[in-house]
């Protein structure tokens, strides 16, 4: 089976990380491309975040900088989550990969022009560059196979009650993705929160003992602490790599089509995804909704991709 080849729009952020790792570092994948957008920090931290992790992965690939704030032009970082580097907890090794001078919507459109076959885009962040794109290159919409985001949430939600941090960042961009027609998939809070960085996980993390299993150790720890402090939640979600995992192989988790539109204009649930799980409301069913993990075969992935990345020179 020839490799899916995938460009990942991320707001590095730790899980964020985690997820370039492993889109790069499983062989049922081909990582064309990072592009960043504002989310978990500004735009220049992200980006620096994500050139940092990508030299850690010992990855050689375009990286361009995008949105720095929301279609509405809202800005907001989650320090209490990720910290005021957006990535703290552990030393990165300095950025060895230079940014791109293309913004981030534009690579895109020449990574889908100069591809042989479609590719998926998967978004751990903010949607708002890949709405940009669909705004601006209508015409390279039939090169894109599936998008693939980390966002929403088919009950609660994680930065306001009933609206999850990626989704509430730029409704707008959430809305034209979910309008776009494109095959999606969204993993939502109600998989993601089940990709638990348990003290198992941690411990067959530390069997590794090299450079990146021990920077990674570092990182996952700080964000385990921030989770506890914020949600009381002692093994934190890791959200963004369970987006990834699913393109490597699908039965990873079980999924549901059904129609998925966003509040814009609750005055207390703008944000919102509203995920149609019985159809009530009869509309068209837009959009596979990820409900279970399996997460022996997640973890599985996830640390193997994590020993070859340490082995990769
Ligand atoms: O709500 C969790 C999502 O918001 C994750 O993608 C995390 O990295 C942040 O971007
Ligand atoms: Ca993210």
Known sequence: MKPIPLILDCDPGHDDALAIILA???????????TTVSGNGGIKKV???ARRVATLANLNLPIAEGSGKSILGAVEEATDIHGESALDGAELPEAKIELSELHAVDLIAKLLKESTEKVTIVATGPLTNVALFLKMYPQLKE???EIVFMGGSATRGNRTPYAEFNIWMDPEAADVVLRSGLPLTMCGLDVTHQALVTPEIF?????????VSRTIIGLLKFFAKTYDEVFEIPD???HDPVAVALLIDRSVVRTKKV?????????????ATVVDLHNRLGEQANCEV?????FELFW??????IEKSAATK
């Open 259 to 271: 129609n998925v539109q966003v509040e814009l204009i609750g005055s207390l649930t703008r944000g």
């Open 236 to 238: 934190p979600p890791l």
């Open 47 to 49: 980006t620096l975040n």
């Open 24 to 34: 790069a570092h499983n062989p049922a994948l081909r990582l064309i491309g990072i």
């Open 300 to 305: 599985k992935m996830m640390l193997e991709a």
């Open 143 to 145: 090169n894109v196979r």
């Open 203 to 211: 411990a067959r993390l530390e069997k590794m003992g090299t450079q």
């Open 290 to 294: 990820a409900l279970e993990l399996d």
